[in-house]
């Protein structure tokens, strides 16, 4: 689906934007005919374990053909053999019920507010037979976390624990391939996240002057040139706030209900002005007027009665897969990563995305730390096919990096930073995945 034309004031009159074709892949994340009746988690526990084992049984004859598979009841002391099983890590400071509940009660804090990890913890893996302890160096308590499934190769010790001695990854989906075309035109796709507008540190003339940006009605003609080759903008996640003393459970008033209202209106002003002239979709976050547990749904269209009007506004889940002109996107507000850099440790959000991406699981801590709804044949963040761009919104920083996998696969990571405090969004090419920053400031010395 193509903008209209976009009118600008240049020499030539006006300017053509440049149009590809759209395609949305966020079915799989849609609830339905979900239908809730009291279940509990196990179930998606179930289907993950069934999907990834089968997998990974399709990679084992070609990893380690000469050893047998055997399940976690059928283990031998001192016999080599591969288990398949769903990590759990066993942690020393993850907060529990009980502990909430003690801490008016402790002198001093229980945890960390940043991370969870303890050099005390320790991973179990499981399967349907039971579970068994991990030992060894090549499995770091502080990379994984409760809720993957993986291979592993080893042998049960005297003292009844496995001591690992390689690991079988899933590694990264098959990817189609992405169109090649190295002389085709420029074609612009722009990254934003973490607008919080209604926020105290949000700058309504920062979020403008990037909306007259893309819409090329800030520059000159070589400017307005580049902004017409922008074919989509995508919102990833919190684009508002709501002042927190409101929600306090009593009845609001209508002044109250007024100022609840604000930070919606005024966002639906910025995205009109957009949707006039770019596609845009708009993914729901941790903020946002939307359900908490992943997938989040889309936000309702009548909170953006002028910007809904448009054919060029999509409200879509979180996370978010599409295509555009057959290059494949698959992205989240970041509550997935922000979970994980809880519970694990990497030397930056990047890490972590292409972690996700090697495990095929875009949230392996679902629903363990992480809200999920309890599915009950199928899990939406299985990654089946791999992406060309894996998104994440709403990080303290700007950061990309480009990987390859073993079957040529190769894929665009991206960390989107917090525009309210950052004033930072992110441009892709789609013709070679080339990605950079824009960023925009309003102080004057």
């Known amino acids: 689906m193509g903008a209209a034309p976009m009118e600008v004031d240049s020499g030539n009159g006006v300017v053509e934007r440049t149009q590809s074709i759209y395609k949305s892949m966020d079915e799989s994340f849609e609830i339905q005919k979900e239908m809730y009746r009291g279940q509990q988690y196990s179930q998606i526990y179930f289907a993950r374990l ?21 399940t976690v009841l059928g283990l031998e002391q001192g016999k080599e053999c591969i288990i398949v099983g769903t990590l759990f890590k066993h942690m020393k400071l993850k907060p529990t019920i009980l502990d909430e509940y003690s801490k008016e009660r402790s002198a001093s804090p229980l945890v960390k507010a940043h991370n969870f990890m303890h050099s005390d913890d320790y991973l179990i893996l499981e399967d349907e037979s039971g579970r068994v302890k991990l030992r060894g160096t090549l499995l770091l308590p502080s990379v994984y976390v409760t809720g993957l499934v993986v291979a592993l190769h080893g042998k049960e010790t005297g003292a009844g624990d496995f001591m690992v001695e390689d690991i079988l990854e899933a590694g990264l989906p098959p990817q189609i391939d992405r169109p090649l075309n190295p002389n085709g035109d420029d074609k612009y796709v722009v990254f ?3 607008l919080s507008v209604g926020s105290s540190f949000a700058n309504p003339l920062q979020f403008q002057l990037f909306v007259d940006h893309i819409t090329g009605h800030l520059g000159d003609e070589k400017e307005q040139g580049i902004a017409a080759k922008i074919v989509q903008v995508v919102i990833a996640g919190n684009s508002v706030e709501f002042p927190r003393g409101l929600f306090n459970g009593q009845n609001l008033g209508s002044k109250e209900q007024s100022k609840l209202s604000e930070p919606t209106k005024e966002l639906d002003i910025l995205l009109t002005q957009i949707a006039a002239g770019i596609p845009l979709d708009i993914m729901p ?17 009548c909170l953006f009665p002028g910007s809904a009007a448009y054919n060029t506004f999509r409200s879509c889940t979180n996370p978010h897969s599409f295509e555009l002109d057959n290059v494949r996107f698959l992205g989240t507000s970041g509550q997935n990563i922000d979970n994980l850099a809880i519970y694990s440790d990497a030397s930056s959000r990047i890490d972590f995305l292409e972690r996700t991406l090697k495990w095929r699981h875009i949230a392996p801590t679902a629903p363990n730390t992480l809200g999920c709804y309890p599915f009950t044949d199928r899990d939406p963040f299985f990654v089946e096919a791999c992406p060309h761009v894996y998104f994440i919104g709403n990080q303290d920083k700007y950061e990309t990096s480009l990987i390859k996998g073993s079957e040529n696969q190769v894929v665009r990571l991206i960390s989107i930073p917090r525009f309210a405090e950052t004033g930072t969004a992110v441009v892709m090419n789609l013709k070679n995945l080339e990605c950079h920053a824009l960023s925009f400031g309003t102080q004057f010395d």
């Open 50 to 70: 069934h999907l990834m084992r089968t997998l990974l049984y399709s990679l084992i004859p070609t990893w380690k053909p000469q050893l047998p598979v055997c």
């Open 192 to 194: 934003v996240s973490g």
């Open 285 to 301: 976050g941790t903020t946002d007027p939307a359900n908490f547990a992943l997938p989040q749904q889309p936000l309702h269209k």
